[in-house]
């Protein structure tokens, strides 16, 4: 049974990515929905894999375990760039203590990465043969301190090999912001400022996943795919903090499954 099929059948409405990944490699995204319509009912219905309950967040995370193939290793998100390698070394310690970092990269079989969101962007990225995936944790902090870059670098295959996901985030009609945060694309590159729309009170719309495929595509990363569904405007899928100030947060899991590595 497929993934998709397993979470169908669980009665669940995540997101399994329309990519070009390889068979081998293996991902989702979380919603705060049942398919019946329901919301966040309990742990049958993980809606929340952080909160302000903790109970209520191991209920959701152990419900999460069901569909991954082992233990995943979860970051301390600061919206930096660093990027934490998963590899035989690190692995137990990661699992153990999330690295402090805002991306992911493993080419260990079976070990699920995640990031976890409420309106910044979740990118997964992996290589076009399956030896190696990778997840961000996208804010426009991240995006444009080069967590996509960095995340790429440490991927260690040409960008050219990479296929990338975006998942559900603050969508371009939602995401209002300052002129700092314009200024912060478009100082490196003018272009970027195409991804603004004026507001009044020197306000801007800004479209978050335009922008990262803008870094992806500068990159050399040419295959991008992307969910499309905006955190802000359907509450009943999403948890959404610029919507409701929660400390609530979906997931999104990559993992590539046993196999031969190759460069």
Partial sequence: ??????????????????????????????????????????????????????????????????????????????????????????LAAFRAAPPVADAAVTRLPDVPLAVRTADCLPVLLAADDGSVVAAAHAGWRGLAAGVIEATLAAMAVPPSRVVAWLGPAIGPRAFEVGEDVREAFAHADAGAAAHFAPRPAGKWLADLPALARRRLA??????????????????????????????????????????????
């Fill in 1 to 90: 049974m497929t993934l998709a099929a397993r979470l169908a059948a669980a009665g669940l409405d995540w997101i399994v990515p329309a990519w070009d990944a390889p068979p081998q490699v293996h991902a989702f995204a979380t919603t705060r929905g049942a398919r019946d319509g329901s919301v966040d009912v309990g742990p049958a219905h993980p809606g929340a894999l952080d909160g302000r309950s903790r109970s209520r967040v191991l209920a959701s995370r152990a419900a999460v375990a069901g569909f991954l193939p082992g233990a995943p290793v979860f970051l301390e998100q600061v919206h930096g760039r660093r990027v934490a390698v998963v590899d035989a070394a690190t």
């Fill in 218 to 263: 500068r990159a050399g990363v040419g295959r991008v795919a992307a969910c499309g569904a905006c955190t802000v405007t359907d509450a009943a899928r999403f948890h959404s903090w610029r919507r409701d100030r929660s400390r609530e947060r979906m997931g999104t899991f990559v993992w590539r499954a046993p196999g031969l590595q190759c460069n």
